[in-house]
């Protein structure tokens, strides 16, 4: 018998060449600095924290812990349906946008089917979407905006799916009303268009479509949303689909049994009703996002206005330089060649004190680096 070591192990081919998920620095693998603990701006977290109704939804949830939770997640599907006024099976609950946007590929896709998916934007739709052993083709940007056209015609030609976050990661630009019918005209029978809002609480244009209007009208979208950005509940993983209802029972047929965990369900039911928090994280990204501006104008650093908790910023520095240079001064932000953009680097809106300290480490770093 062969040794562990020399063992061969047949695996999926679609692993080979598969792109890894670069989650964002935390501080912890940092550590302290000179200037005090590190500013994480580098993963689109709410430095507001959870809604308290939130945190106080968890604590008792807790005692109930050596339960399962509802597999059906009926509760925090029914509010979500009268939220969006959707039938409630037209409503899937599972673990973050990302197990929806991987239980769609698993759905939709295989073997030599064809995934359109922007070339700069979040990079698990193509991770599931390889991984069910899709073939993607990545449509080309205009300027930091998705080309409607280029995708609408790429799902014209036979895309099983076509992935579009809207405001799109890491540029913060959104669809209008306008261009996202443009794309769900393209769409052909059998095919469907998967819509990422997990941003869309902090968009202030008029023009932004409302996704799940369509969805009630019998498009051929699906729309997912999170509680991990403006909700505050990142760490507990929990986000929704509506869904045409062929395509929700199929992922409802795909999905783990208990794919959301029972404080996940407590805590989002409660953020829900918690107007208030949620109007002060708008303002507060709002206010932010003008901060930052401010500061790239006074840098002479270009920007793309965004319609989301994080800004695009060109620095002209190569990110692979300009990131580890602001984590020693401890501000965590994400580098823009992960995208293929290296001239670029994606800041998190913090609080004004963060942004303000991102501001210093951003002036000493570009000094340092000459620039």
Same mark, same amino acid.
């Given at each position: 018998?062969?040794?562990?070591?020399? #063992?061969?192990?047949?695996?999926?081919?679609?692993?080979?060449?598969?792109?890894?998920?670069?989650?964002?620095?935390?501080?912890?693998?940092?550590?302290?600095?000179?200037?005090?603990?590190?500013?994480?701006?580098?993963?689109?977290?709410?430095?507001? =924290?959870?809604?308290?109704?939130?945190?106080?939804?968890?604590? #008792? !949830?807790?005692?109930?812990?050596?339960?399962?939770?509802?597999?059906?997640?009926?509760?925090?599907? $029914?509010?979500?349906?009268? #939220?969006?006024?959707?039938?409630?099976?037209?409503?899937?609950?599972?673990?973050?946008?990302?197990?929806?946007?991987?239980?769609?590929?698993?759905?939709?896709?295989?073997?030599?089917?064809?995934?359109?998916?922007?070339?700069?934007?979040?990079?698990?739709?193509?991770?599931?979407?390889? +991984?069910?052993?899709?073939?993607?083709?990545?449509?080309?940007?205009? =300027?930091?905006?998705?080309?409607?056209?280029?995708?609408?015609? #790429?799902?014209?030609?036979?895309?099983?799916?076509?992935?579009?976050?809207?405001?799109?990661?890491?540029?913060?630009?959104?669809?209008?009303?306008?261009?996202?019918?443009?794309?769900?005209?393209?769409?052909?029978?059998?095919?469907?268009?998967?819509?990422?809002? !997990?941003?869309?609480?902090?968009?202030?244009?008029?023009?932004?479509?409302?996704?799940?209007?369509?969805?009630?009208?019998?498009?051929?979208?699906?729309?997912?949303?999170?509680?991990?950005?403006?909700?505050?509940?990142?760490?507990?993983?929990?986000?929704?689909?509506?869904?045409?209802?062929?395509?929700?029972?199929?992922?409802?047929?795909?999905?783990?049994?208990?794919?959301?965990?029972?404080?996940?369900?407590?805590?989002?039911?409660?953020?829900? $009703?918690?107007?208030?928090?949620? $109007?002060?994280?708008?303002?507060?990204?709002?206010?932010?996002?003008?901060?930052?501006?401010?500061?790239?104008?006074?840098?002479?650093?270009?920007?793309?206005?965004?319609?989301?908790?994080?800004?695009?910023?060109?620095?002209?520095?190569?990110?692979?330089?300009?990131?580890?240079?602001?984590?020693?001064?401890?501000? +965590?932000?994400?580098?823009?060649?992960?995208?293929?953009?290296?001239?670029?680097?994606?800041?998190?809106?913090?609080?004004?004190?963060?942004?303000?300290?991102?501001? $210093?480490? +951003?002036?000493?770093?570009?000094?340092?680096?000459?620039?």
């Amino acid at each position: 018998m062969s040794s562990a070591s020399q #063992r061969r192990y047949d695996l999926r081919p679609q692993l080979e060449g598969l792109p890894r998920y670069v989650p964002g620095l935390s501080a912890a693998d940092v550590g302290p600095t000179p200037e005090g603990e590190p500013v994480k701006l580098s993963s689109n977290e709410n430095p507001l =924290g959870p809604s308290p109704r939130a945190v106080e939804a968890i604590a #008792r !949830a807790a005692w109930e812990v050596h339960r399962y939770p509802d597999a059906t997640c009926r509760r925090l599907r $029914e509010a979500l349906a009268r #939220r969006w006024d959707v039938p409630s099976d037209q409503v899937v609950v599972s673990n973050g946008g990302d197990n929806l946007i991987t239980l769609l590929a698993q759905v939709m896709l295989g073997p030599g089917q064809v995934a359109a998916v922007p070339a700069v934007t979040f990079a698990t739709y193509e991770i599931a979407a390889r +991984l069910s052993g899709a073939i993607v083709e990545r449509v080309p940007m205009r =300027g930091s905006a998705v080309d409607v056209e280029a995708l609408a015609a #790429r799902l014209a030609a036979g895309a099983r799916l076509g992935f579009v976050a809207n405001p799109n990661n890491p540029t913060g630009t959104v669809l209008t009303a306008s261009e996202l019918d443009r794309l769900l005209e393209a769409v052909p029978e059998g095919s469907a268009l998967v819509v990422d809002e !997990a941003y869309a609480e902090f968009v202030g244009s008029p023009d932004f479509p409302d996704v799940p209007a369509r969805v009630r009208q019998g498009a051929p979208v699906v729309v997912i949303r999170t509680f991990s950005k403006v909700y505050g509940l990142a760490g507990l993983r929990v986000g929704y689909a509506l869904a045409p209802r062929p395509i929700a029972e199929a992922m409802w047929r795909a999905r783990e049994a208990f794919a959301t965990n029972r404080l996940a369900e407590a805590a989002a039911l409660a953020a829900l $009703e918690d107007q208030a928090h949620l $109007e002060r994280t708008r303002e507060m990204v709002a206010a932010g996002r003008r901060q930052l501006y401010e500061l790239a104008e006074e840098l002479g650093l270009a920007y793309v206005p965004s319609e989301a908790n994080f800004v695009w910023i060109r620095t002209g520095v190569p990110s692979e330089q300009l990131v580890p240079a602001l984590a020693r001064r401890g501000v +965590l932000v994400r580098p823009g060649h992960l995208w293929g953009e290296p001239a670029y680097i994606r800041v998190t809106v913090g609080t004004p004190a963060q942004n303000r300290r991102f501001g $210093e480490a +951003l002036r000493q770093a570009l000094a340092d680096l000459g620039a």
